[in-house]
Each structure stands twice: as structure tokens, then as C-alpha cells.
């Protein structure tokens, strides 16, 4: 198998193809898609990763409004890309059907749980990744792949057709391998450009005291970079990041239980471990603890909020460390997970947009750099991104984005 082959084998379900239509033109005419296999695509079957849920899904009739609306602009549609079991994980990790390979740091994991859709725009398969984001299921593949991440403002966009998690922080969300290709996808979706302002990058000081010593570093360099052309203020936020993830949790994992409770009492031997461990743990949330966690949830969007405003962006890393090795402990990779949640329950608990730009050297170890906006900010949150200087060009804003081949 040619290492193409393999790849492709490795980001995309092996669904017997069908043809899918486009229009001819339009703003996303030239761009190939990968659908993460959450989403509702005409003449496939909808398997979010579970063996259970494939059986059961049929063949479906219909594509989901926001693949209709990528299909209506252009997109050519490649196929559906691989997720971690039900969407809930941040590994990009599968029992059942395998796990992606990183195209650039084969020995790392991709990220989840829109893994597959990370692995195919990186490998040069796919140029737009339609994937979802409830607890950074696009921002870490993004920043595993060194890829751009969209995790757009909550209820921007439609998840009419596609399968829920936990909707109180279920985003559709985007990987692509430049800032140009993702301003495309925005205009496509109809996001609105917003006004032209100059940014100002507010960088949460007390935030990064649990990223690990390197990539502090390399933040602080980039953040100085930053100086000369762009205000910035740093500043010590007061947010709670250990108590932020747990009312993150407490939301996140009582509503993921009940969108599959069936396939935890029903079928819980076709789980796997972790996975059925997490809907467990949701079963016996109390509504006492959700109803604080939702309060709390509340208190941090107006918090947040007042750190930003128009064209005032968070300016901080993707994750707190460094992006693990496949085969690492289990413990390492829990630990990654968690610390992953607390930096990125952020927007799931505001409901803000967040992009995720690489800043990683070729030969460095994956890491990357997010620009938080207020709500509906979405697209001045790509223009600050595009705006915000380069250290020593390790971020490219004018990567190849059409058709790339390899």
C-alpha cells in the first residue's frame, strides 16, 4: 500500500463511494471536502465512530444543511472522514475502526475527535475538514496537525442532520491549511466580516501558569513579537481554570449521557472502556451539581466578556503542553485530556469563537497559538489572526490551500 493509500485508508471511512453533488462554481469551487462521519451526508450511512450506531444508521436520504450550503458554494465532497467513538474524546483514537496516522508527526497522536478530517487537510487529501467541537474536538487535532481550527460562536452555525453530544457546547467547526482557506469557508456559511478594527491582543498572564516551561516560552517570544505593531495587555484574568473545567464536565458529561443512554444500558459491551467510563460518570451527575455548574457557566461568559470587546482578542496557547506520543501511557494521555479541557472549556463555557493557528517549526513538536473573540466576532477573530505578526514565519498565512497534492 502506497503511503497515499495508507493515509487515505486511515483519515476516511471505507464506504463504498456515491456520488455526491457540487455546483460548478462559487467562493468554495476547487476546495475538496471531508465530512466528519457525525454529519448526515446523502447516500451514506452516518457510524459516529460506533459500531452500534453504524449498524443502525441505514443509508440516509438527505445531507445535513451546512454540508448543502458547503456543496451549494463549490465544495467537492471526498468523503467521510474518521471520529473518535460518539465524538468524545480528544485523542483521535477508535476501538472499532482504527485510529488516523499523523501525516507530519507520524509517532503523535492526531487529536479528537475530528480526527479524521484533521489527518485528510494535513495530508493534503481534503482541503476543508468539516468536523464538530464540543471540548476542543477541532482545536487540538488542529494544533496535533499544525492546521487552522474554527470553533465558531456557539449556535452560529447549523447542526440540523448531525448527531449530538452535548449541546450546550456542540459546535460545527473547520480545519483548513490557511487563514485564506478558512475566510473562504466564512463566506461561504454567510459569517459576517464585521468591522474593520484594530486589534488588540489581551493576554491572560495568570492563564499560563500550568503550560508546560517550553511552550511558555515560545508564547512569550511570539508575544513580544507582538509588541511593535499590535497592542497588547497582559493581565491577570481571575478565572478559575480548575473550576471552570469541572462545571464543564458536570454540563458535558450529564448531556453526553443522555444523548446515548441507550447505547450505555442497551449496548454497553460494544463501548469502549473509556468511553462507557465517561457516560457512567454522567449518569450519576445530580441536578443540584448541573444546575451550579450552569450558573457558574453563566458568571465566566459575562467574566470573560468583560475582558474583550470589539476588536479585543484572548490571545493564548491551543493547550497547556506538549502534544503526546501514541503510545504513551494511558495516564499521560488522561492527563493530556484534562489539562486540554481546561484551557479549551473556555469557549465551550462562553460560547465564544476560537481560532487555533499553528506557530510550530518544521522540526519541532506540534504546538499552536488561539485568538478567542466575543460572540459573533468570528470573522475580526480571523482578521486578527491574519494581522497578528509571524515569529521567525513559523506561522503560514499563505500556505497552499487548493488542490494541493502530494
Known sequence: MTP?????????????????????????????????DIFDVAGYPTGAGSAVVLAASGVKDASAPIVEALLAAGAEFVGKSYTDEIAYSLLGQNSHFGSPINPRWPDRIVGGSSCGSAVAVAAGLADIGLGTDTSGSIRVPATANGLIGWRPTHGLLSLEGCRPLAPSFDCAGFLTRSVEAMDAVMGALGVEDGADLEPTYVVPSDLLEICERGLAEEFAKIVDSLGGRNRVVALETGLDLVRAR??????????????????????????????????????????????????????????????????????????????????????????????????????????????????????????????????GADRRTLAAAKLMSTHRNQIDFKSATKRERH
Open 4 to 36: 497515499r493509500a495508507l493515509l487515505r485508508a486511515n483519515a476516511f471511512m471505507p464506504y463504498p463511494e456515491f456520488p455526491v453533488a457540487n455546483a460548478h462554481s462559487g467562493v468554495l469551487h476547487g476546495y475538496r471536502l471531508a465530512v466528519k
Open 246 to 375: 469541572d462545571a464543564f464536565n458536570a454540563i458535558l458529561r450529564r448531556e453526553a449521557y443522555e444523548n446515548n443512554a441507550e447505547l450505555l444500558h442497551d449496548y454497553p459491551a460494544s463501548l469502549d472502556p473509556a468511553i462507557r467510563e465517561r457516560l457512567q460518570l454522567g449518569e450519576i451527575v445530580t441536578p443540584r451539581r448541573l444546575s451550579l455548574a450552569r450558573d457558574f457557566a453563566a458568571e465566566l461568559k459575562e467574566r470573560i466578556g468583560t475582558l474583550l470587546w470589539d476588536n479585543a482578542f484572548l490571545l493564548m496557547p491551543t493547550i497547556p503542553g506538549e502534544v503526546p506520543k501514541k503510545h504513551a501511557q494511558q495516564s499521560e494521555l488522561d492527563e493530556f485530556r484534562n489539562q486540554s479541557i481546561a484551557y479549551c472549556c473556555l469557549a465551550g463555557l462562553s460560547g465564544f469563537p476560537q481560532l487555533s493557528v499553528p506557530i510550530t517549526a518544521p522540526d519541532s513538536v506540534a504546538q499552536s497559538i488561539s485568538i478567542v473573540g466575543v460572540g
